[in-house]
């Protein structure tokens, strides 16, 4: 059966369970957590003020007073390594040993002394022994000797140079070493990826595969995480259908939560899913309520667009701390930012376009700051040659969605098929936001557009 997440069911359940605020709730019984929930946003934080009236606020002022008022929420754990992955860093990594632990070969060739190579002739060096990976020669290379050597073995005593095997010619135990050589060529220095001593990674670093290939180079087998940022997220509306009911006429079934879901997962957050809430006032304090004492965040969508703000904002102001914003944006242009007790609020438009806008231009970058992502990774624009064309009026950022291509002329962009805020094809179509800033009127085929691409490698 759909539904049920973190011990909530779904679906329906909306006024049976939170008709009584309060009540205690074994939100988070599917995880271990050490200590308290910290609060990520203490309750002394200076909000950031309504926009009043019909006031527009810019994605830039929006986002800036979003992170200028958050810090990251508390407690850190000990885990393996392979838990780490997608993990902040709460303390800095340091190398316990040099990476390299020991100088050795670059190359498959002989290991020599400098000294015995000629720079306008041919050397001859009587070849000893054989220095493999993980098998280090055990002698030492003495004047006129050299030693077959192959990559990653370690350079033994008394040599400091690799000659590659293709340079120089055997014959029997003699090999013959042509001018021109380098001293220390072709030798990967101990510590030079890593010093012993030298931070590897720092405090704030998210773990990807590289990074877990960095602490295990360094033969570490647990490393300190900020613990999990744990988001509390639901729908509203009493049109949506959850997925399992029948869809009764006028109804729709709910998408918001499952992008979220995949989003937040992507993340790494703990996700706490609230299933579907109707537009009832009771329903709806009950659930903030209930979501402002189990989690770090609390992302909605639906009901904050004029008529419906209205309607909660009353609520909200007894609750916490709420701003609500005309964001001077398409799409996405309403949204709910503040504080419910110890938890951050993040209130998301509705249209399904519009709720993954806001989250990838907005939430995503807030996120990673309470989870103690620093710095936050560059946000990855490039400028690409548009292959298409629109208007546009000013006073506005515009994310498209777009498509990366190569016609005849080399890389270009082309929109994602339909573009209204309710068709969420337009972003599996995707592959990256094309961004046009608030003074543009218009693009013309040809013209070198923002474009955002939704994934990187690691
Ligand atoms: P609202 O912001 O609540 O006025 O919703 C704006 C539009 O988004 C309406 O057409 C809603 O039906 C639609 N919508 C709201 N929430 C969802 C959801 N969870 N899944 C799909 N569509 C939604
Ligand atoms: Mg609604």
Known sequence: MEGKRGGLTSHRPARRRYARPGAPIPLWENEGHPGPIGPSFPESTQ??????????????AARSLILDSLSPAGGWERVAIRAALGRVLAHDVRAPCDVPAHDNSAMDGY?????????????????????????????????GEAVRIM????????????????????????????????????????????????????????????????????????????????????STGDELASIGQPLAAGKIYDSNRYTLFGALSRLGCELLDMGVVPDDPAALEAAFVDASRAAD????????????????????????????????????????????????LFGLPGNPVAVMVSFYQFVQDALLTLMGV???????????????????????????????????????????????????????????????????T?????????????????
């Open 47 to 60: 909000m950031p003020q309504f926009s009043s009236g019909d006031d527009f606020l810019s994605a830039a």
């Open 442 to 458: 218009g693009v013309q085929a040809g013209d070198i557009v923002s474009v955002q691409p939704f994934n990187g490698l690691a």
């Open 151 to 234: 990559t990653g073995a370690p350079i033994p005593q008394g040599a400091d140079t690799v000659v590659m095997q293709e340079a120089a010619r055997r014959e029997q135990e003699d090999v013959f070493i042509p001018p021109g050589q380098k001293k220390g060529q072709n030798v990967r220095r101990a510590g030079e990826d890593l010093a012993a001593g030298s931070i590897a990674l720092a405090a704030g670093r998210r773990c990807g595969p590289a990074e877990l290939g960095l602490i295990a180079s360094l033969g570490i087998a647990e490393v300190t995480m900020r613990r999990r940022l744990r988001v509390a997220f639901f």
């Open 111 to 143: 290991a020599v002394r400098a000294a015995d190579l000629s720079s306008d002739a041919e050397a001859t060096l009587a070849v000893t022994g054989t220095a493999l990976a993980g098998h280090p020669f055990p002698g030492a290379v003495g004047t």
């Open 374 to 440: 620093a710095p936050l990774p560059p946000a990855g624009r490039f400028a690409v040659r548009a292959g298409f064309a629109m208007r546009k009026p000013a006073g506005r950022v515009e994310y498209l969605r777009g498509r990366l291509q190569h016609d005849g002329a080399g890389p270009c962009v082309t929109l994602a098929g339909a573009q209204g805020s309710g068709v969420l094809r337009s972003m599996s179509e995707a592959d990256c936001f094309i961004i046009l800033p608030e003074d543009c």
């Open 297 to 344: 965040v609390i992302i909605t969508s639906g009901g904050v667009s004029v008529g419906d703000a209205d309607f909660i904002r009353d609520m909200m102001a007894r609750l916490g701390e709420v701003s609500f914003w005309k964001l001077a944006i398409k799409p996405g242009r309403p949204m709910a930012f503040g504080r419910i007790g110890g938890a951050v």
